[in-house]
């Protein structure tokens, strides 16, 4: 009998152990890779606001050229949709992708309403302007509205922008539109 109990003890404790490893590898499969920071996500916006007033518009940077056209600040990470010289440019700050085009001039060679962006997150109004490093580069936002910081282990070429700034850009940029990207 002493024999008989302590096998079924041991097959109990070997059913245990593996229904735990079981469990353990499912939640781990359904964990996101990098769970998100919102501490580290809302300051951003916060931070570039302050350094702006609303009620002043934020000029368009020198030497991006002349007419109709979108301008894109890497460096202060923000695009202006310049149209007809009477009206002010809109303007709205943005969110890079991991990848960066050079500076200069670009047309707007592809648009998407919605798709998958390269960090598998859904999005809409994809306005694909240049190419770098082997990654499509263009405009989009995310359709949950969001515009983290993407993550620096990934090559993307998303700009991201919030969904009411991208309804702009896509009634903006189309087909053969000029882009200009300064430093």
Excluded: C
Excluded at 29 to 41: D, G, L, N, S, V
Excluded at 90 to 115: E, L
Excluded at 127 to 136: C, D, K, S
Excluded at 142 to 163: F, H, L, Q, W, Y
Aim: aromatic share 6%; proline share 10%.
């Amino acid at each position: 009998m002493a024999r008989s109990s302590s096998g079924i003890v041991a097959g109990l404790t070997a059913a245990a152990v593996a229904v735990v490893g079981f469990l353990g590898y499912q939640a781990s499969a359904t964990a996101p890779a990098h769970p998100p920071k919102a501490a580290a996500q809302e300051p951003a916006p916060a931070a570039s606001q302050a350094k702006q007033d609303p009620a002043k518009p934020v000029p368009v940077p020198e030497g991006s050229g002349t007419g109709v056209r979108v301008v894109y600040s890497v460096g202060q990470k923000r695009v202006w949709l310049v149209g007809d010289p009477a009206q002010e440019p809109k303007s709205f700050a943005v969110m890079p992708s991991t990848v960066h085009p050079k500076a200069g001039t670009y047309m707007v060679g592809s648009r998407s309403g919605s798709v998958t962006g390269s960090d598998g997150v859904p999005i809409e109004h994809v306005v694909r302007f240049a190419t770098a490093e082997g990654v499509a580069v263009g405009f989009s936002a995310r359709t949950d509205g969001a515009t983290p910081e993407p993550d620096p282990n990934k090559k993307t070429g998303g700009i991201r922008m919030t969904r009411a700034d991208g309804d702009a850009m896509w009634a903006f940029a189309t087909i053969a539109s000029k882009v200009v990207v300064v430093p």
